[in-house]
């Protein structure tokens, strides 16, 4: 008799789970009753419910009791009570791989796997597989061989599924079973065939062209499966992808007549593999789209929400093709699934005209409420889209986000919002000061810290530059009051920047400063106290550095440094410039992505790729006095082609006054060995060879390293670019191919290599500044120069800009590579520092008339610098 549930019963959720109090030892305890005579099959089946149960849960069983608690178990197979018996399958499943001897139910598995109880063959099949190992596979093969072309479905499917778990490790034995699979294939019930199909691809795709061959003999022959078309249709579709193979493909062809499949399945999965494919113009994508709108449509609310979640995929990248279904997407909106109706209005905003935006905004506010977080981010991503697509849409677009951040959500529903409300910003100027103030109102409640910070960090930066920043003092410094530590230190660098960048409102934000001098927290006081002093000091030069634009080195590189120079002490001064650079000021690192409390807690951070050369470059006895590596090439250049019988290739080092070329070399002849391995290197200006570094030998196949030490131009230092011809000599021993032994003396040869070009790029390091005019102050005019050239060759401020990017290897500030429409003026602002350490700051003005007229000033804290970047433009 079932026992009656109250209502209090239910709430509280006594009752709902039978097994949750489960104690091991009581339930192992309880196993015992499987040794009795006779057997009662019901409390046994209920036993192992409990075993099974416990082991799902997580529940550690030791190799003892488990082997106990199995070896009792196999006294169950006397019962032939149906029920008992598949759950003595299922435990032997769950138990092979923690007690031991479980092979000792091998007879009675095959037993039952031969017999004539079609029910036990199947389970019987997969438990024996589950504790078969690959050196007892063999003496099951015959039977496994009959179970795959088995009368039975149930049977060959378990043989078959098997078998595809046994390819892990068996994949020999498995793999000459592939005529009873192919057997299998040809059945008439669609889950053999689909289950055959699957073992016959994993024991072939390996190889290419058999998969080819398998895709064409089944599908021009037709499957009865849909399940096995959905696998083919993925399988060519891999297929494709991998030989960037073109539409007239026969894989492409046997995808697109799946379009016309009677099984919605199939049509759906032909549909989805089409759009997915890379490369797909709109054109090609007509017919999946066609499918996906007739699904639209459909009755069902799985086929409408599959059409509808893909169409707004391809609405991504391809929104034309999507705009013939806007009527059926249209008709979506009022769907009763929420899902639904949520994915119908995104994708028509990403394929509607501009007026039909506010039509649709109100429509999706009406049940905004309604739907899951995952599908409000949808919502917001298309809103992040139509901002860039429609500007001046953006404040309507801007509002309704508003009122999305004053509801209730989790982090990443707030944080999508936060993040297009910020893009928003940066995009719009005109948008500016009503998005800082809607952000100001979300952090006087918001509940998480990297938001919170992350919009301090914000404020900081725009805050000062519009009308009438004082107006955000004060939700600024309430977070000083109300919130807790990581929130706080945000608030007090803000602060800080609002005073280094307004003389009005410096003595209160100095005020303000010297009440969070007594905060409780160490790193807030620390904050506080060193943005006092630098306030107080009231230079340009020291807000720019400590303040708006922070330390651009690297902050693992800056501990190692200071650790360093800790254990072994120096009279000199700790040299900041020592310290390899970062692309991204702290000031930025620490609020966008690490939490203060992670900063307290130094953990052990890998070593940037920068730091391993210089560590390998120290341990070169020619290579101690060249002072701290400055900069590395990206990316090695290579000096042969990866066929020819050496592959050579270059990565280089700049140091203050010099540049070592690290020569990676690999020798591809089996028959011969390589020794005193060196790159002979012929510059086309001053630069001076002072050494080459050999490698000592290079035998077959094994990758060796050289190097060549070269001084940077002294009487014309500004002749930085230059060309080399390199030529790599070496003696060759011939070797035998086998043993790797050589068995001559030797001869010198040599191989002529490609040019390799040293640019200004080498010679400087981007770092980006967040207050370009806080920068170009605090560098000064003493070394400022100005000279005007003609981009005759080059016809928009595109183009332009970023030829300029990329021949000067600098950072561009401000999203200043980014170029209005329709303008033909434009200012690219350009940060970087040149080797030794100084900054170097470039502002290029352009105009655009018939050809694009460019004014160039730099500036840095030396003329060098100056000079190089204004000669290499030249």
Known sequence: MLKKFDKKDEESGGGSNPFQHLEKSAVLQEARVFNETPINPRKCAHILTKILYLINQGEHLGTTEATEAFFAMTKLFQSNDPTLRRMCYLTIKEMSCIAEDVIIVTSSLTKDMTGKEDNYRGPAVRALCQITDSTMLQAIERYMKQAIVDKVPSVSSSALVSSLHLLKGSFDVVKRWVNEAQEAASSDNIMVQYHALGLLYHVRKNDRLAVNKMISKFTRHGLKSPFAYCMMIRVASKQLEEEDGSRDSPLFDFIESCLRNKHEMVVYEAASAIVNLPGCSAKELAPAVSVLQLFCSSPKAALRYAAVRTLNKVAMKHPSAVTACNLDLENLVTDSNRSIATLAITTLLKTGSESSIDRLMKQISSFMSEISD?????????????????????????????????????????????????????????????????????????????????????????????????????????????EHEEVRAGAVSALAKFGAQNEEMLPSILVLLKRCVMDDDNEVRDRATFYLNVLEQKQKALNAGYILNGLTVSIPGLERALQQYTLEPSEKPFDLKSVPLATTPITEQRTESTPITAV???????????????????????????????????????????????????????????????????????????????????????????????????????????????????????????????????????????????????????????????????????????????????????????ETFTLSTIKTLEEAVGNIVKFLGMHPCEKSDKVPDNKNTHTLLLAGVFRGGHDILVRSRLLLLDTVTMQVTARSVEELPVDIILASVG
């Open 600 to 786: 307290k807690q130094p953990e052990k951070v890998a070593a940037t790729r920068q730091e391993i050369f210089q560590e390998q470059l120290a341990a070169v006895p020619e290579f101690r006095g060249l002072g701290p590596l400055f900069k590395s090439s990206p990316e090695p250049v290579a000096l042969t082609e990866s066929e020819t019988e050496y592959v050579i290739r270059c990565t280089k080092h700049t140091f203050t006054d010099h540049m070592v070329f690290q020569f990676d070399c690999t020798n591809t002849l089996n028959d011969q060995t390589l020794e005193n391995v060196t790159v002979h290197m012929e510059p086309t200006e001053a630069y001076e060879v002072l050494c080459y570094v050999p490698a000592r030998s290079l035998p077959y196949n094994q990758p060796g390293t050289c190097y060549t030490l070269v001084a940077l131009p002294k009487e014309d230092p500004t002749a930085v670019a230059c060309t080399f011809s390199c030529m790599m000599k070496f003696t060759v021993k011939d070797c035998d191919p086998t043993t790797g032994e050589t068995d001559d003396e030797g001869y010198e040869d040599e191989y002529v290599l490609e040019d390799l070009e040293v640019t200004v790029v080498d010679h400087i390091q981007k770092v980006m500044k967040l207050n370009f005019e806080a920068a170009w102050d605090e560098v000064g005019d003493e070394f400022e120069k100005e």
């Open 374 to 482: 995952e599908f409000k981010v949808v919502v917001v991503q298309a809103i992040s889209a139509l901002c860039q697509k429609y500007p001046r849409k953006h404040a309507v677009l801007m509002n309704f986000l508003f009122t999305m951040l004053r509801e209730e959500g989790g982090f990443e529903y707030k944080r999508a919002i936060v993040d297009c409300i910020i893009s928003i910003i940066e995009e719009n100027s005109e948008s500016k000061e009503t998005g800082l103030s809607h952000l100001c109102e979300f952090i006087e409640d918001c509940e998480f810290t990297v938001l919170a910070t992350r919009i301090l960090h914000l404020l900081g930066q725009e805050g000062p530059k519009t009308n009438s920043p004082s107006k955000y003092i004060r939700f600024i410094y309430n977070r000083v009051v109300l």
